[in-house]
């Protein structure tokens, strides 16, 4: 007897609840990755005898690579099957983050941690493509913050138990044992995530006007996809990509430079660095998640997306702009407490930050959108450490003028995600209307 549509629903949806907590797990471990360096930098800078200017290099020399990587990999995966994409770049950023545990000099470190941001480079289009092909409009807040939630518990475990692990037992075992163990995620991976077999499959829901621009045929299905130029005739695209670029430089200045302003700046212990970095990235991640459930219940409310993600996002920026400053000017224990408060804002920013990317590109252009997107985004990422570095330099080591940067472009991505980006609603994309239209 053949399953009920119902039957088969739920079956799907079962499977994609396996998929989702993979995808949280995968973002975990992309994210304790990424941001072991910076819990290991005060042992770093002694132990090679860096500069600011050398350590802010190799704390930024990740995001180089991830943000140059970024359209190729989106690119790849409305192209090829994202199951497979995923599973490559996971084992890539494995074994480079193994690797930096055997490197012994500034050139083989700063070569680890560049290949470390090509195999990373695949997480978010992969990410997105699977939300926006499998998840509906009124799930993605929720599916996406369980995601966030995964990558700001990385730098939660990875900051603290890392950073008491590192203190104790040196930063190398560390590194390496983190790489070899993460491979294992990639059985459970391979036997759940099923295959996608039609990678530019249609999205119905879409109704803006259609535009004209160059498209893609998949090679799989037949159809055209959008190709770059049709997306970046949009304004929302260039306001998702300025919106990003601000988000990105807080968040990498949150990641790399506050364990050693903790650290130097305010001469915290490595375990009491660890304690408050911890606890300001569980305060993120639960806030994530909270924020993420509200804005889809707020929408079955009847809400508008445009609203509610819009919202969520703009007000998250400007409460990281408001804590700023006051991080660095307030005693000891306000300080503490402002870190928590940052951290919550980055929460409540994120656990939209990809639903509006996603409702916007469809599952037609998600990978290529978030592709572009991360690209531009990862840009401010990058600069973010190198430009701390270089004003730590030019000031003597002075703090203040760094989080002011910070503070004055998270309000200008506080007015990006406002005002730049237009409606939260689907593109209907010319390729789209042409395909149509042959086959009508």
Same mark, same amino acid.
């Given at each position: 007897? !053949?399953?009920? !549509?119902?039957?088969?629903?739920?079956? %799907?949806?079962?499977?994609?609840?396996?998929?989702?907590?993979?995808?949280?797990?995968?973002?975990?471990?992309?994210?304790?990755?990424?941001?072991?360096?910076?819990?290991?930098?005060?042992?770093?800078?002694?132990?090679?005898?860096?500069?600011?200017?050398?350590?802010?290099?190799?704390?930024?020399?990740?995001?180089?690579?991830? $943000?140059?990587?970024?359209?190729?990999?989106?690119?790849?995966?409305?192209?090829?099957?994202?199951?497979?994409?995923?599973? $490559?770049?996971?084992?890539?950023?494995?074994?480079?983050?193994?690797? %930096?545990?055997?490197?012994?000099?500034?050139?083989?470190?700063?070569?680890?941690?560049?290949?470390?941001?090509?195999?990373?480079?695949?997480?978010?289009?992969?990410?997105?493509?699977?939300?926006?092909?499998?998840?509906?409009?009124?799930?993605? #807040?929720?599916?996406?913050?369980?995601?966030?939630?995964?990558?700001? $518990?990385? !730098?939660?475990?990875?900051?603290?138990?890392?950073?008491?692990?590192?203190?104790?037992?040196?930063?190398?075992?560390? =590194?390496?044992?983190?790489?070899?163990?993460?491979?294992?995620?990639?059985?459970?991976?391979?036997?759940?995530?099923?295959?996608?077999?039609?990678? @530019?499959?249609?999205?119905?829901?879409?109704?803006?006007?259609?535009?004209?621009?160059?498209?893609?045929?998949?090679?799989?299905?037949?159809?055209?996809?959008?190709?770059?130029?049709?997306?970046?005739?949009?304004?929302?695209?260039?306001?998702?990509?300025?919106?990003?670029?601000?988000?990105?430089?807080?968040?990498?200045?949150?990641?790399?430079?506050?364990?050693?302003?903790?650290?130097?700046?305010?001469?915290?212990? &490595?375990?009491? &660095?660890?304690?408050?970095?911890? @606890?300001?990235?569980?305060?993120?991640?639960?806030?994530?998640?909270?924020?993420?459930?509200?804005?889809?219940?707020?929408?079955?409310?009847?809400?508008?997306?445009?609203? +509610?993600?819009?919202?969520?996002?703009?007000?998250?920026?400007?409460?990281? $702009?408001?804590?700023?400053?006051?991080?660095?000017?307030?005693?000891?224990?306000?300080?503490?407490?402002?870190? +928590?408060?940052?951290?919550?804002?980055? #929460?409540?920013?994120?656990?939209?930050?990809?639903?509006?990317?996603?409702?916007?590109?469809?599952?037609?252009?998600?990978?290529?959108?978030?592709?572009?997107?991360?690209?531009?985004?990862?840009?401010?990422?990058?600069?973010?450490?190198?430009?701390?570095?270089?004003?730590?330099?030019?000031?003597?080591?002075?703090?203040?003028?760094? =989080?002011?940067?910070?503070?004055?472009v998270s309000l200008l991505g506080a007015f990006s995600w406002a005002f730049w980006i237009g409606r939260v609603e689907p593109v209907a994309w010319a390729s789209q209307a042409r395909t149509k239209a042959v086959s009508s």
């Amino acid at each position: 007897m !053949p399953a009920t !549509p119902s039957a088969k629903r739920s079956q %799907t949806s079962r499977v994609m609840l396996r998929v989702l907590i993979l995808l949280a797990l995968s973002a975990f471990i992309n994210f304790v990755d990424r941001g072991n360096l910076s819990a290991a930098a005060p042992l770093l800078k002694s132990e090679l005898a860096l500069s600011d200017f050398r350590l802010g290099i190799l704390l930024a020399a990740f995001f180089w690579s991830y $943000a140059f990587f970024q359209i190729a990999s989106g690119w790849l995966v409305d192209r090829l099957d994202v199951k497979w994409m995923l599973a $490559a770049g996971f084992f890539v950023w494995s074994v480079a983050t193994a690797a %930096t545990g055997l490197a012994g000099s500034f050139a083989l470190l700063l070569a680890a941690r560049l290949v470390l941001g090509v195999g990373e480079s695949v997480v978010y289009p992969s990410y997105s493509k699977i939300l926006a092909r499998y998840f509906p409009e009124d799930q993605r #807040g929720l599916a996406n913050s369980i995601i966030i939630t995964g990558f700001y $518990a990385g !730098p939660a475990f990875g900051l603290f138990f890392g950073g008491i692990l590192m203190g104790r037992y040196g930063w190398r075992s560390f =590194f390496l044992v983190l790489g070899l163990i993460s491979l294992l995620w990639l059985l459970p991976w391979l036997q759940w995530m099923p295959r996608d077999e039609n990678p @530019a499959s249609d999205d119905s829901s879409q109704t803006r006007r259609p535009q004209k621009a160059a498209a893609t045929k998949d090679p799989r299905s037949g159809e055209e996809t959008p190709g770059i130029l049709e997306i970046l005739k949009l304004r929302s695209a260039w306001g998702t990509c300025a919106a990003l670029a601000c988000l990105d430089y807080f968040s990498y200045f949150f990641l790399t430079w506050m364990p050693t302003y903790l650290v130097r700046g305010r001469n915290f212990s &490595m375990d009491q &660095m660890a304690s408050v970095m911890g @606890a300001a990235y569980v305060s993120c991640a639960l806030v994530a998640a909270a924020c993420g459930w509200l804005s889809d219940r707020w929408i079955v409310g009847g809400a508008t997306p445009t609203l +509610v993600r819009k919202g969520f996002t703009s007000v998250g920026m400007a409460g990281a $702009a408001v804590f700023a400053v006051p991080c660095v000017l307030a005693g000891p224990r306000l300080a503490t407490v402002m870190v +928590v408060l940052m951290a919550a804002s980055l #929460g409540v920013c994120s656990s939209n930050v990809w639903a509006i990317t996603q409702t916007l590109a469809g599952p037609r252009a998600a990978g290529r959108w978030t592709g572009i997107q991360n690209f531009v985004g990862n840009v401010g990422g990058a600069v973010a450490p190198a430009l701390t570095g270089f004003v730590l330099g030019r000031t003597g080591g002075q703090y203040f003028w760094a =989080f002011a940067i910070t503070a004055a472009v998270s309000l200008l991505g506080a007015f990006s995600w406002a005002f730049w980006i237009g409606r939260v609603e689907p593109v209907a994309w010319a390729s789209q209307a042409r395909t149509k239209a042959v086959s009508s």
